[in-house]
């Protein structure tokens, strides 16, 4: 089946990519970026989503631009191909339908069902609009992907009660430590989980202290995700100094050592929990057997997060129903669209051609009469209307369904010239 217009969704997103790699995809500037992608991309139309989790291009297009496209993004963010191929993902027509409609739905946040990513992707189409950056086909996708997301969020309640590992962690916390606000709070990593308990403390108005291997990262951790970036050498010796750790990294070695937190309790008279949230684990389990020391371990957080999600997973394959289903009435009005340049186009000339006929026979029949020449135009109208009405919705139709063939022949029988068309 083809399509004469494509669209093209390309994305960078935390699926595939840690946060900090994220970071490097990044389009500072965007209105910059449209007109490069669509100069250098042969892009007709596009519109760019950026949130902390993803960074993704939506467009419509008639050829194949998925290398043209990476050349340009690599221009525009200093990165070398080898980076892209590592990790860009590439999806056209229904699985590009598909994935903005799981985006809207909530159904491919780090958080399911979270609310955010709605406003931002009306955001990013509001912005595109503006510039002239989309046009005619992904302003109407966008629009009805954005109102079947609300729906099936409203109807589904997708969006309650959703749990993520790292705010089950900052709620445990809570429910083990009296004061939280007043007490020490260290975020070890800035990975994908880190950036679910960075946002969960964010939420919930605690201040904390973030470190990594290198403070390079840190700080662009802290840039999007709130907390203080401290030096992971000031942390190894200065484990005494906090009440409450996360530690969510990918170390093949343990972290936390019980050597390093003997040490730390020796000088602090208050108790310390440990989360760990690593996987695999990065705090020695002998930890737990100090004095004063609480330690949970990710097995032990998934598992309450876990009885959470299997009352939303069936939600969640109800959602992935109602998705499949207006995947397909998604396409079918886009397919519409590929008819519309003709339709107008017809309608306008048989229109001239009706407007014209009327003046020469009321000039032939000095007719004066408002309510007669009234008649006459209402039965001019009502002929054209009677006879072009049927072909046009056959047409629009036959695109709908995927048949270009006849929009071609349409072309040749009204004499439809595609360079009438301004687009």
Not at 51 to 80: H, P, Q, V, Y
Not at 120 to 131: D, F, L, W
Not at 204 to 212: A, H, I, M, P
Not at 355 to 384: C, F, P, R, S, Y
Request: proline fraction near 2%.
């Amino acid at each position: 089946m083809e399509m004469n217009q494509k669209i093209i969704n390309a994305r960078v997103t935390f699926r595939n990519s840690p946060i900090h790699i994220l970071e490097k995809f990044t389009i500072k500037d965007i209105e910059n970026a449209y007109q490069q992608f669509k100069k250098h991309s042969e892009l007709d139309e596009c519109v760019i989503i950026q949130t902390c989790n993803r960074i993704e291009l939506f467009a419509k297009s008639k050829s194949d631009n998925m290398d043209k496209i990476k050349k340009t993004w690599a221009s525009i963010t200093g990165l070398d191909e080898e980076t892209f191929n590592e990790n860009i993902e590439f999806v056209e027509n229904q699985e590009a339908i598909h994935h903005l409609l799981k985006l809207t739905s909530g159904l491919d946040s780090m958080v399911l069902g979270e609310e955010q990513i709605l406003g931002q992707i009306k955001n990013s189409i509001t912005s595109a609009r503006e510039v002239k950056a989309s046009g005619q086909h992904l302003n109407t996708l966008f629009d009805k992907a954005i109102r079947m997301g609300t729906r099936i969020r409203n109807s589904s309640g997708i969006g309650k009660g959703g749990i993520s590992v790292g705010s089950m962690a900052v709620k445990l916390a809570e429910e083990n430590i009296d004061e939280l606000k007043t007490k020490k709070i260290l975020l070890i990593g800035t990975g994908e989980v880190s950036t679910l308990v960075a946002k969960s403390l964010q939420r919930r108005g605690y201040e904390f202290n973030v470190t990594s291997r290198t403070i390079g990262r840190s700080e662009t951790f802290c840039e999007t995700m709130g907390g203080k970036p401290i030096k992971f050498e000031e942390v190894l010796s200065g484990f005494n100094r906090y009440d409450i750790i996360f530690v969510a990294t990918t170390a093949p070695y343990f972290l936390v050592t019980q050597e390093r937190i003997t040490d730390a309790m020796k000088n602090k008279n208050n108790g310390m929990m440990i989360l760990d949230l690593s996987n695999p684990r990065t705090v020695d389990e002998k930890v737990a057997t100090i004095g004063g020391v609480k330690l949970m371990n990710l097995d032990q957080i998934a598992e309450m997060v876990e009885k959470n999600m299997n009352a939303r997973l069936n939600k969640v394959k109800n959602v992935e129903n109602i998705i499949r289903e207006e995947v397909s009435v998604l396409e079918a009005s886009m397919k519409r669209l590929d008819a519309e340049p003709l339709v107008t186009d017809v309608f306008k000339s048989i229109e001239d051609l009706r407007e014209k006929e009327l003046q020469k026979a009321l000039q032939m029949l000095g007719e004066k009469d408002e309510k007669k020449i009234k008649i006459i135009e209402e039965l001019t109208k009502a002929v054209v209307e009677s006879i072009v009405s049927t072909p046009m919705n056959n047409i629009r139709k036959a695109s709908e369904q995927g048949q270009p063939g006849v929009l071609e022949l349409a072309s040749k029988l009204f004499d439809y010239k595609k360079q009438n068309q301004a687009d």
